[in-house]
C-alpha cells in the first residue's frame, strides 16, 4: 500500500480529500438536532433550537448530562443519577421505587369525635402514601392531646417509653409533670388505635437544644415500632446539598401530608405548627428519623435526658436505648 501511494501521489491526494469529507460529514452530524436540523439552519426559522449531548460531568456523588444549544453559549447540565457509594444514591433510587402511582396523603381519615379527648381520635392509615409498608411509619403519632390545633407539634416515638416534639413554646427547661395524664394516639397497620398516657416530661429549650421529652406510663406495644435514629450532625459530610441534584428529606406537616421535597411531591411544612415535625430520611424498607422541623436532632445528650426521666421513674435505662443506624460505610464527599 506504501509503495501504490508513494507511486501514484493522485491517489494519495484522492485518500486524503475523502477523509477530509468525511470528518465534515461527522461534524455536521453531531451539531444537528434529532430530526436533522442543523445550527444554521435553526436560526432561519421559528422552530426552537435542540440542544445536543456534549458529555458528563460529576461533582462528587452526582453525574449531570451535559449538553449544549446549537447557538453555543455555557454548556447546560441535567441531573442524570448518583454514583454507587454515596448515600444519596441509596435513598435516591430507593425512594423513586416508592413514588410511582403514589400520593402524600398519611391518613386517609384523621378526626375528633365531639367528646374528643375523652374518647380517642378516629384514625386510619392511608395504604397509597408514599411511606406505607416502611418500618418506623408507626412510630409516627397523628394526634396527642397537647397538640393545640390538629396535627401541631406532632409526637414520635424513638423508644417504647419515649416521645419527642418541639422544645420552644412548651413550657420552661427542665422536668416537668404539667402533661402528666394527657393522652398520645398511634395507630398500627392494622389501623387498631393505641393510646399511651403520659407520666411525666422534660422540656429542653437551653443552649442548642430545642425538644421535649414524653416519658409514656407503660410501654408501647410491639405493633407499635419505634423510628431508629440518627443525627443530622453525623450525616453531614455523607449527605448534603450537591448543587443541582436531588436530596430529599421526607418531611410529615400537621395537615396529615407528606412532602418529598421533590417536583409534585411537595407541600409547604413550615407554617407555624410544624415545628417538632419528623424529618425522615427515607432507606430501604425504612425510615429514619434526623431531627423536627426546626428543631433538634438525636444526641447523646437527648439519650441522657432519656435516662433521667426513666430513673425518675424507677425504669431501667437500658432497656430504652435510642436506636442508631451507622452510615460509615458510605462516602464522604
Known amino acids: ?27 455536521f452530524f453531531t451539531v444537528a438536532g434529532p430530526q436533522g436540523q442543523t445550527a444554521q439552519e435553526s436560526t432561519n426559522t421559528s422552530t426552537p433550537a435542540t440542544n445536543y449531548f456534549v458529555g458528563w460531568a460529576t461533582n462528587g456523588p452526582a453525574v449531570f448530562q451535559l449538553s449544549q444549544s446549537p447557538n453555543g453559549g455555557r454548556p447546560s447540565n441535567i441531573f442524570h443519577h448518583f454514583l454507587p457509594g454515596f448515600l444519596p444514591n441509596l435513598v435516591w433510587t430507593n425512594l423513586i421505587a416508592h413514588t410511582n402511582s403514589k400520593d402524600m396523603v398519611l391518613w386517609s381519615v384523621r378526626s375528633h369525635p365531639t367528646n374528643w379527648p375523652r374518647s380517642p381520635p378516629i384514625l386510619r392509615w392511608n395504604t397509597n402514601c408514599v411511606l406505607w409498608g416502611m418500618q418506623g411509619l408507626t412510630a409516627l403519632s397523628p394526634c396527642w392531646e397537647d397538640e393545640g390545633g390538629s396535627g401541631q407539634a406532632p409526637v414520635t416515638a424513638l423508644t417504647r417509653r419515649h416521645g419527642y416534639t418541639r422544645g420552644h ?36 429549650i437551653a443552649g442548642a437544644r430545642d425538644y421535649t421529652l ?14 431508629r435514629v440518627e443525627s443530622g ?101
Open 1 to 27: 500500500m506504501n509503495r501504490a501511494m508513494s507511486a501514484d501521489p493522485g491517489i494519495a491526494r484522492d485518500i486524503v480529500l475523502f477523509l477530509l469529507r468525511l470528518a465534515i460529514a461527522l461534524c
Open 169 to 204: 413554646s412548651m413550657g420552661a427547661d427542665g422536668v416537668t409533670s404539667g402533661r402528666t395524664g394527657k393522652k398520645v394516639w398511634f395507630l398500627t397497620t392494622n389501623n387498631v388505635v393505641i393510646e399511651a398516657t403520659i407520666r411525666r416530661a422534660l422540656v429542653r
Open 214 to 227: 414524653l416519658l409514656f406510663e407503660k410501654d408501647l406495644p410491639e405493633s407499635i415500632a419505634p423510628i
Open 233 to 333: 450532625t453525623n450525616l453531614i459530610s455523607k449527605y448534603h446539598y450537591c448543587p443541582g441534584a436531588p436530596l430529599p428529606v421526607l418531611k410529615t406537616e400537621q395537615g396529615g401530608m407528606v412532602s418529598l421535597d421533590l417536583p409534585g411531591f411537595t407541600v409547604n411544612t413550615w407554617k407555624p405548627g410544624d415545628s417538632g415535625s419528623p424529618d425522615l430520611l427515607p432507606m430501604p424498607g425504612e425510615l429514619i428519623f434526623i431531627g423536627g422541623r426546626s428543631t433538634s436532632s438525636p444526641t447523646p445528650l437527648m439519650q441522657i435526658d432519656m435516662n433521667v426521666l426513666c430513673r425518675i421513674e424507677g425504669l431501667d435505662p437500658q432497656k430504652y436505648q435510642l436506636q442508631w443506624v451507622d452510615f460509615s460505610d458510605f462516602k464522604p464527599y
